[in-house]
């Protein structure tokens, strides 16, 4: 399955370029589709799907979006008055559809927070007025830079947004816990724990399903998966591309990690590394994320 086909005028250096991802595939698709609840619901771009789960008094909310945006995810946490969301989606249509099923809940978002750099992530936060995104400066710096390079802005609610604080805060009386991992997917990514529901919001420290991008950093990726693994509070993953799941599948994301690294290490060419993971990997989605791959050749 390609997510993205030459039609759109997409090129890899576009959506990808060193480390993190450009803004100017971000720019392309906002301008290509208008940010309107038809677009999400016709032809032209099949709506996203909402998963939910209840545990320990927590409602989870995990939307994901359509093959077109990479099944790129946002989560809703809802607990007794209040929301968490993490990230925003993509494209205005997704971001639309999240922001629905926030009014359907009929509570407020008491805090919003930007998991990385990447504007899979943040590109379509402006959707959501009124809401502004908790990060850490450092991804927050990334974010302005990111939109400064392709010509562009950063949404107004990420780049006056708070600071996030680390460590545990309560909210509705529940403990989440924000940490900092660094160098793995992406240079700083933010992860939501909620101890006493044993759920992890890892975003693309784990994709489920759909091929990785190949990373900063890919023995410290591993490491901190490593760790993880170990973690109790990471029972339940709710991840950045595809559907939640469970704490074996960060076995599988190791797993993934190794084939991807020898991969990239050994092969005599771009193309060779890919058909390696395609092999290894034959029913995952998102095999445009795969033709980002030359951007990390050095050989």
Known sequence: MTDFS????????????????????????????????????????????????????????????????????????????????????????????????????????????????????????????GVKFATLPQIRDAVIAEAAAGDGTAPVNVAEGPDLSLGATQMSGVTVEFRHYENAEAPHTVVAVLPDQKVAIVQDLVYNGVFFAPGVDRTNWIAILEELRDDPACDTLLVGHGLPTTRGDLDTAIAYIKVMDAAIEKAATPDDAIAEIKAAFPGYAGEFLLSLIPEYWTK
């Open 6 to 129: 030459n039609d759109t005028a997409l090129s890899r250096r576009a959506l990808l370029q060193g480390a993190t991802l450009t803004l100017g595939a971000a720019a392309f698709l906002r301008s290509a589709l208008v940010p309107t609840p038809a677009m999400a619901q016709g032809g032209d771009l099949p709506p996203g799907t909402l998963h939910s789960f209840a545990t320990g008094g927590v409602t989870f909310h995990t939307y994901v979006s359509p093959p077109q945006a990479v099944h790129v995810t946002a989560h809703i946490v809802e607990f007794e008055d209040q929301l968490l969301l993490v990230d925003s989606t993509f494209i205005p249509p997704t971001a639309m559809e999240v922001a629905a099923a926030i009014k359907a809940t009929g509570k407020p978002v008491g805090m919003a927070v930007l998991s990385h750099e990447h504007p899979d992530h943040w590109s379509a936060a402006d959707v959501y007025e």
